[in-house]
Structures are given as structure tokens and as C-alpha cells.
């Protein structure tokens, strides 16, 4: 009876991390934006819109830009974070 809690438990513990695993796929991140401004737009970010990219979170100011922005070459991400960000 003891090892079938103890399997349950850890079972339900692997699940939870699971679970807490999926919430990259979610629009916001934990970390602030590293730029201020749209990198598509040019835009004041809206902190509700933001990816991950090398590490940095990037903000967007809408739900519009993160589609735009993933199409983009690592190059252009990089030129444009790094107009957004001055």
C-alpha cells in the first residue's frame, strides 16, 4: 500500500511538472521586456505580449507582433531588438 502512495504521489508530482512545463507555450513571460519599444512596430510594449528569444524576453505591443516576429530571420530578431531597445 505504501509504495502505490509513494507512486501516486511522485506520479502526481511529474504531472504537475508537466503541466507547469506547457506554460512557456502561454503569450506572457516571467522576466520584464528587455525593450521598451515594439521591435516590429516601434510601439510603447504592452508587458501582456512578450517571447523568449536567446534567453531575453521580448514585449511586443500587441498580439499581432509575436506572429510577425517569429517569420523573421535570427539576423532581423537581432537588428530590430536591438533598434527597440535604444
Known amino acids: 500500500m505504501k509504495a502505490i502512495r ?3 504521489v511522485v506520479g502526481g508530482c511529474i504531472g504537475a511538472l508537466a503541466l507547469t512545463g506547457c506554460a512557456s507555450h ?3 513571460t516571467a522576466a520584464a521586456p528587455v ?3 515594439c521591435p516590429m512596430s516601434g510601439k510603447p510594449v504592452d508587458n501582456t505580449h512578450t517571447v523568449s528569444y536567446k534567453g531575453q524576453t521580448v514585449g511586443f505591443c ?3 507582433c509575436p ?3 517569429a517569420k523573421l530571420s535570427d539576423a532581423d530578431k537581432d537588428a530590430k531588438l ?3 531597445k535604444k
Open 35 to 37: 525593450n521598451a519599444k
Open 67 to 69: 506572429s510577425s516576429w
Open 62 to 64: 500587441c498580439g499581432n
Open 6 to 8: 509513494t507512486l501516486l
Open 26 to 28: 502561454n503569450k506572457t
Open 82 to 84: 536591438a533598434a527597440a
